[in-house]
């Protein structure tokens, strides 16, 4: 026998085995022998109860919980018992030691027939590709972090700012340590928010670009008021920008790089937001108000701080402020959710423009073919990509037009066609 990718040896147990346990849990999995030197020779485990014991604390010492994913048992080999630890490939990757955190030094991949510290780019990367669900949660890679802001926030509303409720409330975790979710409350918040007033397609107001950073606290008090400076004719609920905004910091993919876009334009404002629906959740499910967070501890932290009201009420308190003319679009983009408000004080084009004309085009192309894709879609109308996701959403909560599959593979049909 010899070492591979999926098989390692170990003479005895030592401490390097969670390593080797974290690097098959964030790789393909694998299998560690104890008892068989690097050589492939069968020396066999002496104390059998006291290196199981041990091997399965170092399982708990491991960030998300592994346990599931571990499986030790004793074998025998050459006449000699051994000690066999079969890992499985995790699903909540990465994984990481818990006291050295989600560092180079606590995060490790299994390479060819060793186990690798992985760099920080590779963390962010994996983040990005499994961790959605989990970024709350995970261990901050920044730790040296300042809460001016949200110490003052909490001050306002007489909450202690200490240990007990940081912890509580998931900024801090069982090792004292800041999680993403202090990440974000704190100074230093890497995730910002940029808006511009477009004035018309050939021109846009230099002057007006903004980049708001820090907290996400700041962050949501500096965008309302910028907002707030372009609305001073009431064209838009100051409630319904409210709750765009907290929705946007809420419910963001916070594994996806880059910032939240706020567009201004004359007749309409448009809020794009990094990430898209949760699965589960559909368009049709957030019209009717249905909620579920993909930052749930954010959204009970803002909660707390009165800077939303219960649960699922916020799309209703933004569709309520408008007309029927005038009413607000909710679509989900390649990577992104964009909600558009439309200015009261102009008459919409949304029904010249993508109305009942439009909808006729793609029903008579319907009627000839079985289903039309967005990118065909792109094609009869003469339009881009997001016009086209537009369209095509507004038709089926309409329901004129049934949607099939998800991501490239999504086809529209008639919704009388099978």
């Known amino acids: 026998m010899e070492e591979n990718t999926y098989l390692e040896f170990k003479r005895q ?85 818990r006291k050295a955190g989600m560092t180079s030094r606590g995060v490790y991949m299994r390479i060819g ?19 959605v669900g989990h970024f709350e949660e995970n261990r901050s890679l920044e730790q040296k972090l300042t809460f001016h802001t949200l110490n003052k926030k909490m001050a306002k509303m007489n909450m ?10 998931r900024i801090l975790d069982d090792v004292d340590q800041y999680t993403n979710l202090g990440l974000l409350l704190s100074d230093q ?12 397609l050939a021109q846009t107001d230099l002057d007006s670009r903004r980049e708001f950073t820090g907290s996400l606290l700041k962050q949501l008090d500096d965008a309302f008021q910028y907002l707030s400076s372009y609305n001073k004719d009431h ?9 765009v905004l907290t929705n946007m910091f809420i419910h963001r993919d916070y594994t996806k ?11 309409h404002m448009e809020f794009r937001s990094r990430g898209q629906l949760i699965d589960g959740i559909s368009l049709e499910t957030v019209r009717v108000g ?14 707390h701080l009165q800077l939303t009201e219960s649960y699922g009420t916020g799309i209703h308190k ?11 679009l909710f679509v989900e983009v390649p990577g992104e959710f964009v909600v558009t408000l439309y200015n009261m004080h102009f008459s919409t084009n949304k029904k010249s423009s993508e109305g009942d004309d439009v909808d006729e085009r793609l029903i008579h192309y319907l009627k000839k073919h079985p289903f039309i894709t967005r990118l065909k879609c792109e094609q009869v109308l003469d339009c881009g990509s997001t016009k086209s996701y537009r369209v095509l959403s507004r038709m089926v909560e309409k329901g004129k037009v049934k949607k099939i599959g998800n991501g490239r593979n999504t086809k529209y049909t008639l919704k009388n066609e099978r």
């Open 113 to 131: 027939p060793s186990c690798q510290p992985m760099s920080q780019e590779s963390i962010m990367k994996m983040i990005e590709d499994y961790g």
């Open 13 to 97: 147990y030592t401490d390097n085995i969670k390593k080797e346990i974290v690097s098959f849990l964030n790789a393909g999995g694998g299998k560690i022998i104890i008892g068989v030197d690097d050589e492939g020779r069968v020396v066999g485990v002496e104390d059998l109860d006291d290196c199981m014991l041990r091997i399965i604390n170092s399982v708990r010492g491991i960030s998300p919980d592994a346990m599931s994913f571990v499986s030790v048992q004793p074998v025998v080999k050459a006449g000699k018992t051994c000690i066999e630890v079969v890992i499985e490939v995790g699903t909540n990757r990465p994984y990481y030691l």
């Open 257 to 267: 790089r880059g910032s939240n876009y706020i567009y201004i334009y004359n007749d």
């Open 290 to 303: 249905f909620s579920e967070s993909r930052n749930r501890y954010l959204a009970e932290f803002f909660y």
């Open 189 to 200: 918040n890497p995730f910002t928010t940029k808006a511009v007033y477009i004035q018309s």
């Open 235 to 243: 064209a838009y609920p100051d409630i319904a920008l409210w709750e």
């Open 160 to 169: 202690p700012f200490d240990r007990d409720i940081l912890l509580n409330m």
């Open 318 to 328: 933004i569709l309520d402020g408008f007309d029927d003319d005038h009413e607000p």
